[in-house]
């Protein structure tokens, strides 16, 4: 379970129905050591562990049954935000399936790694966004922390380049296209993962376990922001 941030908990969160939506980075993959291949994070996955967090911090009142949250893993690995069968495609499906109070959206970096650009990219996301609010889902999107080169070792004969120029631009897109919508917030992954490298794997793409446990983090700490209730009446 990842710890919280510091901070006044709410006394209980408006919202208990989640739906984590993206590619792999919100499955769950982690990077083998020399980046050869994926493996599946299984419970080190953020979605697990902000269930773990929202069910361990935001009981409800005392004296009553414990309240318990959903957060549904929707992750596709490999998935685009662009295309009928990319994330656009995809999300009123996902939402008519688990009508959750809350979308926690994490997608764009694989349509930036095969040469699709910010503008398509971000364009797709707010169609996202568009079906999210149509089906008056509140959608917390996320910045994308910073991706690094990686070359497979011994030969280094293929390298991957993980769209890491393009992250900067791609997140000043998505702040732009928060910006002024009801119900729509960021959540800073690019702020809260740094640009050290200490929260991403060897592939230079996928967070490692401190990673994920930080994601999950953050995540918590906008959703109590976005749906805390702090009044005594609950």
Request: aromatic share 10%; hydrophobic share 40%.
């Amino acid at each position: 379970m990842p710890p919280r941030d510091p901070g006044p908990i709410p006394s209980s969160l408006g919202a208990t129905r989640f739906l984590a939506f993206g590619d792999s980075i919100t499955w769950g993959s982690l990077s083998a050591y020399d980046a050869s291949f994926l493996y599946d994070a299984g419970p080190w996955a953020y979605p697990p562990r902000l269930k773990q967090a929202l069910d361990f911090f935001h009981p409800g009142p005392a004296g009553q049954t414990p309240r318990t949250y959903t957060v549904v893993n929707a992750g596709e690995p490999g998935e685009w935000a662009f295309g009928s069968f990319g994330g656009e495609g995809r999300i009123q499906s996902e939402i008519t399936a688990h009508r959750p109070h809350g979308l926690l959206l994490l997608e764009g970096i694989n349509d930036l790694a095969n040469e699709q650009s910010i503008s398509q990219t971000v364009t797709a996301l707010g169609h996202i966004i568009n079906t999210a609010r149509a089906n008056n889902v509140t959608v917390l999107i996320a910045t994308m922390f910073q991706t690094y080169e990686t070359c497979i070792p011994p030969e280094n004969v293929e390298c991957r380049d993980n769209a890491r120029q393009l992250v900067v631009p791609f997140n000043d897109a998505i702040r732009q296209l928060a910006t002024g919508r009801q119900n729509v917030y960021i959540v800073d992954l690019y702020a809260a993962l740094g640009t050290n490298h200490a929260y991403v794997g060897a592939d230079g793409l996928h967070p490692n376990e401190a990673g994920y446990e930080r994601i999950a983090t953050t995540f918590l700490a906008r959703i109590e922001a976005v749906f805390g209730i702090r009044s005594s009446f609950q």
